[in-house]
């Protein structure tokens, strides 16, 4: 039997903004059930290439596909959970009900059935353990129960892909290790192919099957051994970089002697666009 069709495959994708090259050749695929990192230092083009997936823009050259189809916006086989929501602490609003828009987005018609409805919503919360506070007022849960939340809304529509991003900008360590056991649960429990956009790869180490490295506006795809070498991001850079394991922690520096600009420089706003972060 051939090789299984991936979820989500990203072909040779050039996308320019206000005349600027952003993603140069960008190209990765996702299978079901696998778990990928989206990583990169600031300005690399980890959202316009979000955006591109979600169909909101529309690449300049080269193709992304869906189930082998040509991606389209709003396409509810696509879960998408942004990075920061806020919410009046005194917001009328709970738990469920917050999940529960999930399903209005996305379908027109007539809408489900009440009973299918409750029922998508509690197995949602469920999914994402969220029962204790399902019936509690969103604006004052923590950052860790909000992100379950979060993640439970964008799965009531049963997707096929899930896009996540920077859900562990603002969480504490334990809640940052419990939203990445989950999300490695959900991909391996229920098969949906997950996209995490992060700065630091360190947390998610041993979650993920594969890592997308992005800089300068291209790309480089592989599992994190294979990616998160001197070499490999020296090349993808297109100067000297190290990285080095500092405490069982993965550190990426620049060579303090190297000045390059780089050619396609007019892509950029400004040097701190590409140059090399530490997480």
């Known amino acids: 039997m051939g090789e299984a069709k991936p979820v989500l495959d990203v072909r040779d994708v050039h996308v320019h903004l206000q005349r600027r090259l952003v993603l140069s050749g960008v190209r990765f695929q996702i299978q079901a059930g696998e778990f990928v990192g989206l990583i990169g230092p ?3 083009g980890k959202t316009t290439l979000l955006k591109t997936i979600l169909g909101l823009l529309t690449p300049a050259q080269g ?6 189809r040509p991606i389209r916006r709003g396409n509810p086989a696509i879960g998408y959970v942004p990075q920061k929501v806020h919410l009046d602490p005194d917001i009328p609003l ?5 999940v529960a828009l999930g399903l209005d987005g996305v379908r027109w018609g007539v809408p489900l059935p009440r009973r299918s409805r409750r029922e998508r919503v509690q197995q949602a919360l469920a999914s994402v353990r969220a029962l204790a506070y399902a019936d509690a007022p969103v604006g004052r849960l923590s950052g860790g129960e909000l992100q379950r939340l979060q993640i439970a809304q964008a799965l009531v529509g049963e997707p096929r892909l899930l896009l996540v991003d920077e859900p562990l ?5 334990r809640n940052t290790h419990e939203v990445v056991r989950l ?5 391996r429990e229920r098969g949906v192919a997950i996209l995490l956009v992060a700065h630091d790869l360190n947390p998610l180490l041993s979650a993920l099957d594969k890592v997308v490295y992005l800089a300068r506006g291209r790309s480089m795809a592989g599992r994190a051994d294979e990616v998160m070498t001197s070499e490999s991001l020296s090349r993808l850079y297109g100067y000297p970089v190290e990285v080095m394991r500092v405490q069982g922690r993965i550190v990426v520096v620049g060579s303090p002697d190297v000045h390059v600009v780089p050619p396609d420089a007019t892509a950029y706003t400004s040097l701190q666009d590409w140059e090399v972060t530490t997480p």
């Open 183 to 187: 999300l490695r649960y959900l991909a």
């Open 63 to 68: 193709q992304i596909l869906m189930d082998n």
């Open 94 to 98: 709970r738990g469920r009900d917050f």
């Open 169 to 173: 900008s603002n969480l504490d360590i």
């Open 42 to 44: 600031n300005g690399a």
